[in-house]
Every structure is written in C-alpha cells, then in structure tokens.
C-alpha cells in the first residue's frame, strides 16, 4: 500500500510539472522565436526513487511571418544568432533587432548582435545610421557596400542549452559551439520567426494533465480512507 501511495504522489507532482510546462508555452504563443518545452518521464530515473520527470526543448521550426523591417531577421533553418552579454556569448532565434545611440545592432535588452569580426555598426560616412541589407547567406551590407556577414552558431548538442530567459540560451561547453557555413542556413531580412507552440495541442495537453492530476487525487483520497479506517479498526482490538 505505501509503494501504490508513492506511486500516486509521484504520478501527481509529474502532472503538475508538466502544467507548468505547458501554461508557460501557452503564454509564449506570440513570443518571437519562442521554442516550446516538454516533459517525458525517464523510468529508470523513477525506479531510482525519483520523480523521473525531464524536461526538454523542442527547438522545432517556427512559421516566419513578414514585418518589413529592416533589422527584423528570421532564420528559415538551423542555427542561432550569435549576441554578446556581460557573462559572455548567448544564443538566440530572436532575430528581432535595433540600433543603439552607438549605432551598433542590437537585441532589445542592449546585447550587440556579433558578425563574424564582431559587433556591427550601421553608422554610415555621415555619422547617421545607414541603409542595411541582409542577403540569404548572411552578408550584411552598409549602404550597398559588404560590411561583414552574421555570425551563425550551430550548437552540436542542442540539449545542452540552458534557457537564461529574454528568449536567450548559453552553453557551458564551448567545444559544442561552431560557426554554421553560409550555404547551411538562410537568413531572411524583412521576417521574424514566431514562436513553436501550437495552441491546440498544447490545450489537449493541458486538460489530459489535469485530468490525470484530479484521477491521482481521487486515488490518493480513496487510499487514505482506505488507511484510515484499517488504522481505526486496530485501535479497537
């Protein structure tokens, strides 16, 4: 009976790790880039007498989306724009850029976007920022002249990224980081990928969790009657 219990309570605390999965992907269905999480239970991990609920990134493709704006870049491939924090080099699929008073490219938290030989300025010869345009392949050019191509990260071992939040990942092993070759990605100007939820499965999800979470606490309800009446009856003998 206390194996069954156990058995149940885990069941329960595994439901309520996935709803939170999934409450906070439903809350990110209009996030640029945005790629879902999902949970699988490890039963090997659980024979162990863990939880056995893991969690992972599904970094599926997401549907580009025309903006129109310059410094709006989709990635239709692999690959991660490459930016520059104070803890060192983040990984993004949010390609949603603007300038800085400096006039280097930046994301919206002020992390310069990095090309192959570093930070882009967009500031032209009068010291305004300049007519940017991004080809397929990555090249950025500066008032029609080629300026530096786009830093594109393939990471070999994409269950290593870490979420650090702002739609950022980092890698704590360098070796598993390397620059994607320009005929192994497409960059399109003009677009922004949209996040990889899809509302409807992630409803199903939703409500198949709850429900098992209420049958788990129905179960454990049954059992601790069951329990407590076995308790009661040996206190009369």
Known sequence: MEFDLTRVARNMTRNLSGTDVVANNLANINTTGFKRDATFTDWFIESLNDVGAQRYTDFGQGELRQTDNPLDVGLASQGFFVVQTPSGPAFTRNGHFTVNDEGFIQTPQGYLLQGERGPLSVVSANGVAGDVQITNNGEVYLDRVLIDNLLIANIVNEDALEKIGSNLYRVG???L?????????LVRQGMLEGSNVRP???MV??????????????????MDQILGRATQLGDYR
């Open 173 to 175: 092993d360098d070796s």
């Open 177 to 185: 980081v390397t620059q994607l070759e320009p005929d192994r990605f």
């Open 200 to 202: 409807v499965s992630e």
């Open 205 to 222: 999800s939703l409500i198949e969790l709850q429900r098992n979470f209420e049958s788990s606490q129905r179960v454990a309800r049954a």
